[in-house]
C-alpha cells in the first residue's frame, strides 16, 4: 500500500500535493446524522472566504459549481471513533497549497463554455484512511466512523450548494441560471451525494446542463437505490444530451479495483462492481459489463498537462506560460480509450513521449497501470469541447 508521502505537481510552477489528493472514495448511501456531524464546525458560506473561487461578476449565462479532489491525509493514526483529524478543519483548507492548483487545473476544461465558476471550501475526510476503511476494506474496524467523516464532508457539501442556489443562482432577473456540475475523486463522489439526495427535485432536474462525476463510478445499484434522482437524471449517452451524467475511470485493465492482483502496490484502482463509463473519445455510454467500441488516438482532440504532472520528462522546459498563467504543455492525438466492463481502459505502452507511463507522477509510474489522476488531463480538449456542446445544446432546446 502506498503511503501519504508528498510527490510533486503544480500549476504557476512545483507545488506539494500528497498522494492521497488523486485518490477516490467508496459512495456510502443511508448514513444519516452522526456525532461527528454535529461536533465538526459548520463552514458559513455567506463568507467569501469559505469559498476557493468566486466569480467578481456572473456575467455568464451557466454556472459551474465544482468540487475539488482530495488534497488531505491525516498525520496521525485515526482510531475508529471519530476525531478532528478524520476531516480537514476549514483553518487547514484556507492554508492547504493544492487545493487552488487542484482546483485550477480542472475548472479550466469549462471555462471556453462560458461559466460563471463557484467553487467551495469544505470539511474533506483524510483519504487513505477512509480509503482502507471503506473501499479496499484494510480497516473495516474504521467503517462506521469513516462513514461518519463522509457525511461532515457532504454537509458542507449540501449547506454550499444549497447556499449557492439561494444567493448565487440569479441572472438579472433574479431568475436561476442552468448549471453544470463537476468534480473529481472525493469530489465525484461527494457530488454523487448531492446528485441522489437533492436531485429528485424536477426544477433542478431541469436547470442541470450536465454532471461530470469523473475519477468516481456511478453504478446500477446507485440508480437502483435512487430511482427518482440519479435514475431519472441518467447517463449521458451521446454528446450533446443534456441534463444526464458522464462518468469514466481511467486505468490499464478491464473491470473493478478488486480484479487487479499481483501488484507489490496493492489494488489501488477505483472503478466500482457494476459501473458504467462514458468514453470521453466517442461520448458512447457502456452499460455495466459490457465493452464499448475502440476509440484511436486520432480521436484524441489533446491532452493537456500542468507544470509538473510529468515529472520524469527529461525536458521541463516543455511547458510554457499560457495565457491563463499557468506553465502547460500540450500533445494533440494523445492515446486512445475503451470503456471495458465499468473502467476507461488505455494502453499505457502507447502514451507518446514526453508523457510515456515512466514520466508520470507515482504511482502511476507502474504497472498494471492505473491513471486517476491524469483523469481530466488526458482528454482535456475533448472534455473542453464537450462542455461546449452541452451547453450549446441546452440553450438550444430552452
Known amino acids: 500500500m502506498l503511503s501519504g508521502n508528498d510527490e510533486k505537481m503544480g500549476v504557476c510552477g512545483l ?33 467569501p472566504q469559505s469559498w476557493v473561487m468566486l466569480p467578481k461578476e456572473a456575467a455568464q449565462p451557466v454556472d459551474l459549481f465544482f468540487l475539488y479532489p482530495t488534497t488531505y491525509n491525516s498525520t496521525q493514526p485515526l482510531t475508529s471513533t471519530w476525531s478532528r483529524g478524520w476531516n480537514q478543519t476549514l483553518e487547514q483548507a484556507l492554508s492547504d497549497q493544492v487545493i487552488i492548483p487542484q482546483t485550477t487545473s480542472k475548472v479550466s476544461v469549462f471555462t471556453k463554455a462560458g461559466v460563471n465558476v463557484y467553487v467551495p ?48 443562482n440569479k441572472d438579472a432577473q433574479g431568475k436561476p441560471r442552468p448549471f453544470i456540475l463537476a468534480g473529481h475523486s472525493q469530489g ?14 424536477p426544477a433542478l432536474r431541469k436547470l442541470l446542463v450536465a454532471a461530470y462525476v469523473i475519477g468516481w463510478s456511478v453504478t446500477s445499484d446507485d440508480m437502483a437505490s435512487y430511482p427518482e434522482s440519479l435514475q431519472a437524471i441518467g ?85 510554457k506560460l499560457d495565457q491563463t498563467g499557468n506553465y502547460t504543455y500540450e500533445m494533440n492525438s494523445f492515446i486512445g480509450a475503451q470503456s471495458n466492463n465499468g ?46 456542446d452541452r451547453v450549446k445544446a441546452y440553450t438550444n432546446r430552452s
Not at 465525484?188 to 427535485?201: A, D, I, V
Open 235 to 319: 447517463i449521458c449517452t451521446d454528446k450533446t444530451q443534456t441534463g444526464c451524467i458522464v462518468t469514466y475511470n481511467t486505468q490499464e485493465t478491464p473491470g473493478d479495483w478488486s480484479q487487479v492482483s499481483g501488484s507489490s502496490r496493492g489494488k489501488m484502482e477505483v472503478t466500482r462492481k457494476n459501473a458504467w463509463s462514458v468514453n470521453p473519445l466517442t461520448w458512447i455510454a457502456t452499460s455495466p459489463g459490457e465493452v464499448g467500441p475502440a476509440a484511436p488516438a486520432s480521436a484524441n482532440l489533446g491532452a493537456l498537462f500542468y507544470k509538473g504532472m510529468l515529472p520524469g520528462a527529461p525536458d521541463q522546459s516543455i511547458f
Open 121 to 168: 471550501y469544505y470539511q474533506q475526510c483524510s483519504g487513505l484512511d477512509v480509503l482502507n476503511a471503506l473501499l479496499w476494506q484494510n480497516t473495516p474496524g474504521n467503517t462506521e466512523v469513516a462513514n461518519q467523516a463522509m457525511e461532515v464532508a457532504f454537509k458542507d457539501v449540501s449547506d454550499a450548494f444549497d447556499y449557492y442556489l439561494e444567493h448565487y
Open 188 to 201: 465525484s463522489n461527494l457530488m454523487l451525494y448531492l446528485l441522489e439526495r437533492k436531485f429528485s427535485n
Open 343 to 388: 473502467a476507461l481502459v488505455i494502453n499505457p505502452d502507447n502514451l507518446p513521449s514526453p508523457a510515456t507511463w515512466l514520466n508520470l507522477l507515482s504511482p502511476y509510474n507502474t504497472r498494471p497501470g492505473w491513471y486517476h489522476g491524469y483523469d481530466y488531463s488526458f482528454f482535456y480538449r475533448n472534455l473542453e469541447q464537450n462542455a461546449v
Open 15 to 47: 507545488l506539494r500535493v500528497s498522494v492521497v489528493s488523486i485518490f477516490a472514495f467508496i459512495l456510502l448511501t443511508g448514513c444519516g446524522s452522526s456525532t461527528a456531524t454535529q461536533l465538526a464546525a459548520p463552514i458559513n458560506y455567506s463568507r
